[in-house]
């Protein structure tokens, strides 16, 4: 008996890390000249390096929700096993993959496996900010902790997992509504560089224009100093980066020299968030008990 965790490529976890805490990863889809590909393949790495390099020559990507068929099988499977799921899923407020596959996993365990309990979290997170929520989870789960226990724990904790975003490419938040054509070209002809974060209904929401991006990454820098949780040195960081690995070891140096961590996580920018805020990206996650 026992039960498992769920959740969405988004979450950006490494392969050891879906290994480590033997996580069942939903993927999301993304496109390219027509051509379909899952952003998560169990035991296969994307070469992301030539994914950033196809937007940067200009190839336009579009991304998908994940399948129904592919939870009907992961779900399914567990179910058969006697296990019970708990389902810790992508943002709502910046992806439908969370309401469509936990509604399809909810009519799955009504009508065929009543006997079997299912939870589902909407984590209000995205890139490692959902992974470190789930690496927490797996935790308390090791730990002893029932799935009502960690699913209470991660319904109440969510929104103390900050998230800070720098972009590169104002081309990208401009492609997704999130800015103007105007502004996007005012804001590259003066080398802005937009300040992100994720707010508590779990939407992007542009705090600050920084001129520069070695500017940029100190203002991530700055805001893990005001809000992460005490004492900071012995806190989690996680940086996911849209192959920019430079300037995310840059962002960690500053945390590492001032505060002594040693807790890092830094993954290249799975692709369907990658196809939305593009090359150069630069994302900061760690707990906060202030906004985040």
């Known amino acids: ?39 998560y393949k169990k035991g296969e790495v994307t070469d992301l390096t030539q994914f950033y390099a196809l937007m940067r020559e200009g190839k336009v990507v579009t991304t998908s929700l994940a399948r129904l068929e592919d939870t009907d099988s992961i779900v399914r499977e567990l179910f058969e096993q006697g296990k019970d799921v708990l389902y810790l899923g992508f943002d709502s407020m910046l992806s ?35 992974g470190m929520l789930v690496v927490e989870a797996s935790k308390l789960r090791e730990s002893g902790q029932s799935l009502d226990e960690v699913a209470d724990w991660a319904q109440r904790e969510r929104l103390t997992f900050a998230h800070w975003f720098t972009v590169d490419d104002l081309a990208y938040l401009q492609r997704g509504g999130r800015l103007s054509k105007g502004a996007a070209f005012a804001g590259t002809l003066l080398n802005i560089k937009p300040v992100l974060h994720m707010d508590d209904e779990g939407r992007l929401v542009p705090v600050e224009k920084i001129r520069g991006r070695k500017k940029s990454l100190h203002v991530l820098f700055d805001r893990f100093c005001d809000l992460a949780l005490e004492p900071k040195g012995e806190q989690s960081v996680y940086i996911s980066h849209g192959d920019c690995r430079e300037d995310a070891d840059y962002l960690a140096d500053l945390i590492r020299e001032r505060y002594g961590n040693t807790d890092f996580l830094i993954n290249n920018l799975e692709p369907v968030i990658g196809a939305h805020s593009g090359p150069g990206t630069i994302a900061l996650f760690f707990r906060t008990d202030k906004e985040r």
């Open 1 to 39: 008996m026992g039960f498992e965790i769920v959740t969405d490529s988004s979450a950006n976890l490494p392969e050891t890390v879906i290994d480590h805490y033997g996580l069942h990863i939903l993927s999301l889809e993304f496109n390219i000249d027509d051509d379909v590909h899952l952003s």
């Open 96 to 130: 439908g993959t969370f309401e469509r596959c936990s509604a399809y996993m909810q009519n799955l365990q009504a009508e065929e496996y009543p006997q079997r309990k299912l939870r589902c979290v909407d984590t209000l997170a995205a890139a490692l900010g959902q």
